[in-house]
C-alpha cells in the first residue's frame, strides 16, 4: 500500500492480488445479475410477496382442507367479500390478489394452488393483462401455461376459467378480450376436465357499455358491486354444480362453545407503535383471541384466516375465523381509545384491546368509500343447535361522524349500527370518539354447516371500525328452565312472559333467538316435547283455556303479526 499525492491511501496489486480483485469485481456483477434476473423471474414475489407468504404461514398453522374449490386470480377473486356465503355449502378457499396477471399466477402455482390438492380451479386472470399491453393471444398462451403446470401434478383436476367480461372503463380491450375469450372457450370445449364460464355472454344480455343496467352491476369503473356479485354468483355456481356437487359435510366440533361460554376477540396490529396483543389473563382474568402478528397501514386480505379461537377460559374451542372481505389496520396513533373506563365498557376495559382496530372502506356506493376493503369475516365450527349473541365495539377518535353496520348471518340474519366517531359524542361529551357504545346482533343461529358471517358496511364517514367482539353461545331449546327437561313448567315459563317482544330472554320463553315469546316458540316447545324421552303430552299439566290454550291457539296467527314489524332487523 502506498499513499496517493493528497495523502489517500492507495492500493497497489500484484499480479496474484488483481486476479483476485477481478474474480471479486465479477462475483459482484454476478451476483446483482442474478438478483435481477430472480426479481425480473418473480414478478408475484416482488409485488404480492406480502400476501402470499401470509397466506402460506397461515396455511401451515391451519391446514384448509383438501379438496377445495379454490377461487384464485385477481381483484375481482379477492373482492368477492360473499364468496363463501354465496359457496356456503362448498369447501372454498380464496386466494384473489388485486392487480395481479395471468404471469404472476404461474409464478406463485407451487405456493398457493397445489398445495391445496383442490378438487376444482376458479380462475379469474387476464382482464388485467390486457390492459397492461398483452394481446388477447399472449393471454391465451399464459392461460395454456398455467394449465400445463397444474396438470403436470394435478392431472385430473377441474379448472374453470371465468371468461373476460366487459366493464365499464375497458370498452377499447373488447377485441382483444374476444380473442382470449374465444380460444380458451375452444379449447375448454374439447378438453372434459377444462369449463369456460361464459360471462361475457351474460353480461351482454345487460347492453354494454352506457346502459343502466349495465353499470349498476359496478362500484367503479373496472369492479363489481354487491349487485354486481350477485349476478356473477348466478351464472358462476350453475355452472360449478353442473361438474362438482356440493362437497362439504357438518362435522360436529366436540370443543365448540358450550351454552354461556364466549370468545373475545382483539382485533387490531400487534406492532408497538399502533397496536399491542392482548396477551394472557387481563385485569378481569379474561382471555382474548388476536389477530397474527401484524403492523398498522398492512392490509389483511381475504382468505386469510385464524384457527382454533379459545374461549375466555384460554380452552381452544375448535372454532375458526377466515377473512372474507379485507381489511386494513391501525390503532394507537390513530385515534384508538387508549384509556378505556371499565365503569362505562365493563370487561372490554382492556386498552390493548380497544387502542387498535380493523377498518374497511366500503359502503357499496358509487363513487363513495373505497369498496377495495371490503370488511366482513366467517366463523365456522358452530353450533347450528344453538344461538349465539355478538357484542362489537369500534371506536376511532376523530370529529369526522362515522358510522358502521354490523350484519350478522347465519341461517337468519340481524343488523345493528354503531356510531365509532364524531364531534363530541365520548361519554365526557368532550371526546371525539366512542368510549361507551356497543352494537348488539343477538339470537344468531348458524348455518347447517355451523357457520355465520359478519360484513362491515360504511353507512356515514369515510371509515367502518372494529375494534372488540364478543361472542356468545347459548341454547335455543325449549328447556327454559334448563333443567334439562322440557316439560309443563318450561310452558308456563313461555306462558308468563307472552307477548313480550324485542326484550325477552331464553328464560322468558323465546326458543328461537329473536327475542320475541311468540307462537313459534310455543311450535318449538311442542315439537321438542314430542322428543323428549322422559315426557309425554298427557303428563303436562296445561294452563287453564280461559288463560292459556285460547291465548295459544290465537297466537299462532297474531304472532305473525308480531313477527312482521321486527322483520327489519331479523331475516328468517
Known amino acids: 500500500m502506498v499513499m496517493d499525492s493528497v495523502g489517500r491511501r492507495k492500493l497497489r496489486y500484484g499480479s496474484s492480488d488483481m486476479g483476485i480483485a477481478t474474480r471479486l469485481i465479477e462475483c459482484q456483477i454476478a451476483g446483482v445479475v442474478l438478483l435481477l434476473l430472480f426479481c425480473l423471474a418473480r414478478p408475484a414475489y416482488a409485488q404480492f410477496e406480502g ?8 396455511d401451515a398453522l391451519d391446514t384448509p382442507p383438501a379438496g377445495s374449490i379454490l377461487f384464485t386470480g385477481s381483484s375481482g377473486v379477492r373482492r368477492w367479500e360473499q364468496l363463501a356465503l354465496d359457496f356456503a355449502d362448498y369447501e372454498v378457499i380464496q386466494r384473489g390478489f388485486g392487480g395481479s396477471q395471468f404471469e404472476d399466477l404461474t409464478e406463485v402455482v407451487d405456493d398457493i394452488v397445489l398445495p391445496y390438492n383442490p378438487s376444482a380451479i376458479v380462475v379469474w386472470a387476464g382482464t388485467n393483462d390486457i390492459a397492461n399491453g398483452e394481446s ?3 393471454v391465451f398462451a399464459d392461460y395454456q401455461q398455467f394449465v400445463n403446470l397444474v396438470r403436470a401434478a394435478q392431472p385430473d383436476v377441474d379448472i374453470f376459467y371465468l371468461g373476460i367480461m366487459p366493464t365499464p372503463g375497458r370498452q377499447a380491450n373488447q377485441p382483444d378480450e374476444t380473442v382470449a375469450n374465444s380460444a380458451i372457450a375452444n379449447q375448454a370445449a374439447s378438453d372434459p ?3 369456460y364460464v361464459d360471462l361475457p355472454a351474460a353480461f351482454a344480455t345487460l347492453n354494454p357499455y352506457n346502459n343502466a343496467a349495465f353499470t349498476s352491476q359496478f362500484v367503479d369503473s373496472i369492479h363489481l358491486n354487491r349487485r354486481g356479485y350477485e349476478f356473477w354468483t348466478s351464472i358462476i355456481r350453475p355452472s360449478i354444480e353442473a361438474v362438482i356437487a356440493p362437497n362439504k359435510i357438518f362435522a360436529a366440533n366436540p370443543n365448540t362453545l358450550q351454552p354461556g361460554s364466549r370468545i373475545l376477540f382483539d382485533f387490531g396490529p400487534s406492532n408497538s407503535q399502533d397496536g399491542d396483543h392482548t396477551l394472557g389473563a387481563d385485569a378481569n382474568n379474561n382471555y382474548w383471541n388476536n389477530w397474527h402478528q401484524a403492523v398498522g397501514g398492512v392490509a389483511v386480505t381475504a382468505g386469510e384466516h385464524l384457527g382454533d379461537l379459545i374461549d375466555d377460559q384460554g380452552t381452544p374451542t375448535g372454532i375458526d375465523l377466515t377473512i372474507t372481505g379485507g381489511f386494513s389496520a391501525n ?3 390513530n385515534g384508538g381509545l387508549l384509556s378505556p373506563s ?4 365493563g370487561d372490554f376495559a382492556v386498552a390493548s384491546a380497544t387502542q387498535d382496530y380493523f377498518f374497511s372502506t366500503a359502503d357499496d356506493q358509487p363513487e363513495g368509500g373505497s369498496d377495495d376493503n371490503g370488511g366482513g369475516f366467517m366463523l365456522d365450527g358452530l353450533d347450528p343447535n344453538m344461538i349465539y349473541d355478538f357484542r362489537f365495539f369500534g371506536s376511532r377518535n376523530s370529529f369526522s361522524t362515522r358510522i358502521t353496520e354490523y350484519l350478522v348471518t347465519g341461517s337468519n340474519s340481524a343488523v345493528a349500527t354503531l356510531r365509532t366517531s364524531g364531534w363530541n359524542i365520548g361519554s365526557n361529551g368532550t371526546y371525539d370518539g366512542n368510549d361507551d357504545e356497543f352494537a348488539y346482533v343477538t ?6 354447516y355451523g357457520q355465520i358471517f359478519v360484513d362491515l358496511t360504511l353507512v356515514q364517514g369515510e371509515f367502518a371500525y372494529i375494534n372488540a367482539m364478543e361472542v356468545t353461545a347459548r341454547s335455543f331449546q325449549a328447556d327454559f328452565n334448563e333443567d ?4 309443563g313448567q318450561d310452558l308456563g315459563d313461555w306462558e ?4 313480550t317482544l324485542g326484550t325477552a330472554a331464553h328464560s322468558d320463553g323465546d326458543t328461537n333467538g329473536d327475542r320475541d315469546v311468540d307462537g313459534y316458540d310455543f311450535l318449538n316447545w311442542q315439537r321438542q316435547l314430542g322428543s323428549a324421552p322422559s315426557i309425554s303430552v298427557t303428563a303436562i299439566e296445561l294452563p287453564e283455556c280461559s288463560t292459556g290454550i285460547s291465548a295459544i291457539v290465537g297466537v299462532l296467527t297474531l304472532s305473525f303479526t308480531a313477527r312482521t314489524s321486527h322483520q327489519a332487523k331479523h331475516e328468517d
Request: charged share 25%; net charge negative.
Open 443 to 448: 339470537g344468531i343461529r348458524p348455518d347447517q
Open 342 to 345: 371499565a365503569n362505562l365498557l
Open 331 to 333: 390503532g394507537k396513533l
Open 136 to 138: 388477447g393471444t399472449e
Open 484 to 487: 334439562g327437561t322440557v316439560d
Open 193 to 195: 376436465k377444462l369449463h
Open 51 to 58: 400476501n402470499i407468504s401470509r397466506w402460506t404461514d397461515q
Open 496 to 499: 308468563s312472559e307472552f307477548g
